[in-house]
C-alpha cells in the first residue's frame, strides 16, 4: 500500500479527512514533498515566490482502526529512500542568526552516493555524508486543537529530531480516534538546531510499519533503537522543554526498574544526554536519551 504526495495536509487535526483506513499492524509506502512544497527545486526558484501555504506538507493521515485514545501509535521506519537533489535555505529574520542576513539565499544541493555535495558561492565543495531524517511527524491532537505541521508539540509534528530516522521505533500518545497519522520535511542531512531554519530538504519514499499499543500512550513522544530509549519534549522555551524531558526520563527509568531516585539521578547524569533537536520553530524541542544497556529490562 504507497500514499502519494496528491494525500497531504497541512494541519494534524481530528477533523482532517483521511486519505486512507487501515488496520494494524501494517506496513506502508509514502511518498513525501520536500517542506516547501517542491516549489525550490531549480536554481531560479526563490523564496519571495513560493506560496507560504503550501509549506511544510504531510502526506496522510492514515486513520489506523481500533486506535483510541489513551493508546500509543507505534511507528517503525524501515526505510527512506532520498531523491538526487535537495534544497537549503537562509533568509532574513528566520533562524537564530536572521538578524544578519539580508534578503534569502537557497542552494539546490546534489544528492549522490551517500553523500550531499554542498557547493558555496565562492565554489567551495563540502561532500556531507547523507543521514536521512523525517522533520514532520505525528498524530491528531485533542479534540478542539488544530496545530499547523510547522510546529511541534505532544503530537508530534515538527520536532527536526536528527535521530528520527532509518530503523527506529516511535510511540506517539493517541488522542483522536484512529490516530490520523501522518509525517513529511524530510532531510537528507541537518544539524542539531536546524539553527539556520532549514536543513537539506528533499522529497523522498518511506517505508514504516504502524501499530498499536493498547492504553500505553507515552505523554510526549518517545523514540526507540537497539541501543537508545529516548523521550522528546516540545515547549515554548528550550529551558521548558528540557526540564520536562528530564522528568519524564526519570519517571521513565522509575516505573521500569527497582533503582530508587538518587541512583535514577545518578546514572541520568553519568549516562544521559540532553540533546537539542530544533530551536526555530513556535515550540523548541529537545530529547532526552538513555542507553539501555546499563539497565536491564529498560525499553518502552
Known sequence: ???????????????????????????????????????????????????????????????????????????????????????????????????????????????????VHYQAKNGLTVDIPIKPMIGVIGVAPEDGLDINTGTPGKHGGNMDNTMIGEGVTLYFPVAAEGALFGFGDLHAVMGDGEIGVSGLEIPADVNVTIDVVKAKAPQFPVLETEEHLAVIVSKPTVDEACQTATELMEQMIAERTDLDLPDIVMLMSLLGDLQICQIVDPEKTVRFVFPKKYIPGLSF
Not at 6 to 27: G, H, I, L, M, Q
Not at 72 to 97: W, Y
Request: glycine share 8%.
Open 1 to 115: 500500500m504507497k500514499i502519494t504526495k496528491d494525500n497531504v495536509f497541512y494541519s494534524f487535526c481530528n477533523k482532517n479527512e483521511p486519505a486512507v483506513r487501515v488496520d494494524a499492524p501494517v506496513t506502508m509506502d509514502f511518498e513525501t514533498m520536500d517542506c516547501f512544497g517542491n516549489q525550490l527545486r531549480n536554481p531560479e526558484d526563490v523564496m519571495e515566490e513560493i506560496d507560504w501555504d503550501r509549506i511544510n506538507p504531510a502526506t496522510g493521515p492514515v486513520y489506523v482502526n481500533g486506535a483510541q485514545p489513551g493508546d500509543a501509535l507505534k511507528v517503525t521506519i524501515n526505510s527512506i529512500k532520498l531523491n538526487e537533489k535537495g534544497t537549503v535555505c537562509c533568509l532574513n529574520e528566520e533562524g537564530t542568526l536572521g538578524d544578519i542576513i539580508e534578503g534569502s539565499h537557497t542552494r539546490v544541493t546534489p544528492v549522490s552516493d551517500g553523500f
